[in-house]
C-alpha cells in the first residue's frame, strides 16, 4: 500500500536550519507530484510547496520563497525540504502527501518547532 514517512523535524532557534525528508513506498514515486504541507496548532493545514516528476516545481507558497527548497531524489524514493532562515512562524507539523489512483495520501508528520 502506499506510505509516506517524514522525518527530520525537531527544536532549532530562529535563523536556524533544518532538512525535513519524506520516503514513499508503495507506488512508483517517480511518476508522481508529490507536496509539502504544515499545519500550525489552531489553523487549517496549508500548501507549502509541490514537486512533480520532471523535479519541477509547480508551486511554491510566498511566504516560504527564497527560504525553503525542495528537492527529490528518485532513486531513494524520497522528496526534501530544506528550510533555513526558519523563523517562530514556520513552527508547524509537516506533512508530504501524494495522490494516487484517486486517493490523497499522507505521512505521519513531523513536528517543527522553531524558538529561542
Known amino acids: 500500500q502506499v506510505q509516506l514517512e517524514e522525518s527530520g523535524g525537531g527544536l532549532v532557534q530562529p535563523g536556524g536550519s533544518l532538512r525535513l525528508s519524506c520516503v514513499g513506498s508503495?507506488?512508483?514515486?517517480?511518476?508522481?507530484?508529490i507536496k509539502w504541507y504544515r499545519q500550525a496548532l489552531g489553523n487549517s493545514r496549508e500548501l507549502l510547496a509541490q514537486?512533480?516528476?520532471?523535479?519541477?516545481?509547480?508551486y511554491y507558497v510566498k511566504s516560504i520563497e527564497g527560504r525553503f527548497t525542495v528537492s527529490r531524489d528518485d532513486a531513494k524514493n524520497t522528496i526534501y525540504l530544506q528550510m533555513d532562515s526558519l523563523k517562530p512562524e514556520d513552527t508547524a507539523v509537516y506533512y508530504c502527501?501524494?495522490?494516487?489512483?484517486?486517493?490523497?495520501?499522507w505521512g505521519q508528520g513531523t513536528q517543527v518547532t522553531v524558538s529561542s
Open positions: 502527501s501524494t495522490w494516487v489512483a484517486g486517493n490523497t495520501f
Open positions: 508503495g507506488f512508483t514515486f517517480d511518476r508522481y507530484t
Open positions: 514537486m512533480n516528476p520532471f523535479g519541477a516545481i509547480d
